[in-house]
């Protein structure tokens, strides 16, 4: 019997550039109807998380920016953080800018952007440049130092595969920090500690819930500690070939609404 079940946005349940479609935002209300817990698990900020999904009926537990962040939206409390110290995001941040790469950071569940906006954000991501023009400073890194408030994650907008390897290997400069990615077009760097399976696993022993009870669905690397950890794991057909290898089962493409297929076997299965 699953009781708590996780599960990615972008890639998962909602197709670029649209609307999570309709079978499985009706399956997950149903998973909320019968006391399941539903929990969005999203490389995220909080505030750009789809309004539908929010507005789910019982909603209550969100894990964002890669599982840095835990909250209970419902009584508005933060559960747990796990950030990047404020002078290693100003460093890496520096870095990125030296190497001619776009970056945005999360904090506070905000996210701040470099006022000056490469023109190839528009071709990777043309449908979500809204995220690029939030709170736009001068001197990102010379605003984060400043603050002096840890990072919940840095986005790195790298789409040349030579260049982004290289960067996985700079990144390995800073021990404290863990690097992944949501999609071919970027990297993610959050503190270590801070992913969706560690996320998933503090939720569920909050909760009382064994791991054997909890369900996972996703479809890039950054999901795949969430679908290594839980009881019961799922991918999307179009997920990348490591995160389908470890799920132990998959669901048709996003843009068919197929985890709505999976959804409906965890309630049959009650």
Same mark, same amino acid.
């Given at each position: $019997? +699953?009781?708590?079940?996780?599960?990615?946005?972008?890639?998962?349940?909602?197709?670029?550039?649209?609307?999570?479609?309709?079978? +499985?935002?009706?399956?997950?209300?149903?998973? #909320?109807?019968? =006391?399941?817990?539903? +929990?969005?698990?999203?490389?995220?900020?909080?505030?750009?998380?789809?309004?539908?999904?929010?507005?789910?009926?019982?909603?209550?537990?969100?894990?964002?920016?890669?599982?840095? $962040?835990? =909250?209970?939206?419902?009584?508005?409390?933060?559960?747990?953080?796990?950030?990047?110290?404020?002078?290693?995001?100003?460093?890496?941040?520096? $870095?990125?800018?030296?190497?001619?790469?776009?970056?945005?950071?999360?904090?506070?569940?905000?996210?701040?952007?470099?006022?000056? #906006?490469?023109?190839?954000l528009e071709r990777y991501y043309a449908s979500r440049m809204s995220i690029f023009r939030q709170n736009p400073q001068e001197d990102l890194a010379a605003f984060v130092e400043q603050c002096g408030s840890g990072v919940e994650k840095l986005f790195i907008a790298v789409h040349d595969p030579r260049q982004r390897e290289r960067i996985r290997q700079n990144l390995g400069k800073w021990p404290d920090v863990r690097i992944t990615s949501s999609s071919s077009w970027n990297l993610e760097v959050n503190r270590q500690g801070a992913d969706k399976g560690s996320a998933l696993a503090w939720l569920a022993d909050w909760l009382r819930i064994p791991q054997e009870e909890t369900a996972a669905l996703g479809d890039n690397e950054n999901d795949r500690t969430m679908l290594a950890f839980a009881g019961r794991s799922a991918a999307s057909e179009n997920g990348t070939k490591e995160a389908k290898m470890l799920a132990r089962e998959l669901f048709p493409p996003c843009e068919d609404g197929g985890a709505a297929v999976f959804l409906k076997k965890i309630l049959l299965d009650r």
């Amino acid at each position: $019997m +699953v009781r708590l079940i996780a599960t990615d946005l972008d890639g998962t349940l909602v197709p670029p550039g649209r609307p999570v479609p309709e079978p +499985v935002l009706a399956a997950l209300q149903e998973a #909320l109807d019968r =006391q399941i817990q539903v +929990v969005p698990a999203s490389g995220r900020s909080l505030a750009a998380f789809p309004e539908e999904i929010l507005g789910l009926s019982g909603l209550r537990y969100v894990i964002s920016s890669n599982g840095a $962040m835990i =909250q209970d939206i419902r009584e508005r409390r933060l559960l747990r953080q796990v950030l990047i110290e404020a002078s290693d995001a100003a460093e890496i941040l520096r $870095m990125l800018y030296q190497e001619g790469l776009y970056s945005c950071v999360y904090s506070g569940n905000k996210i701040y952007n470099w006022r000056w #906006l490469p023109s190839y954000l528009e071709r990777y991501y043309a449908s979500r440049m809204s995220i690029f023009r939030q709170n736009p400073q001068e001197d990102l890194a010379a605003f984060v130092e400043q603050c002096g408030s840890g990072v919940e994650k840095l986005f790195i907008a790298v789409h040349d595969p030579r260049q982004r390897e290289r960067i996985r290997q700079n990144l390995g400069k800073w021990p404290d920090v863990r690097i992944t990615s949501s999609s071919s077009w970027n990297l993610e760097v959050n503190r270590q500690g801070a992913d969706k399976g560690s996320a998933l696993a503090w939720l569920a022993d909050w909760l009382r819930i064994p791991q054997e009870e909890t369900a996972a669905l996703g479809d890039n690397e950054n999901d795949r500690t969430m679908l290594a950890f839980a009881g019961r794991s799922a991918a999307s057909e179009n997920g990348t070939k490591e995160a389908k290898m470890l799920a132990r089962e998959l669901f048709p493409p996003c843009e068919d609404g197929g985890a709505a297929v999976f959804l409906k076997k965890i309630l049959l299965d009650r």
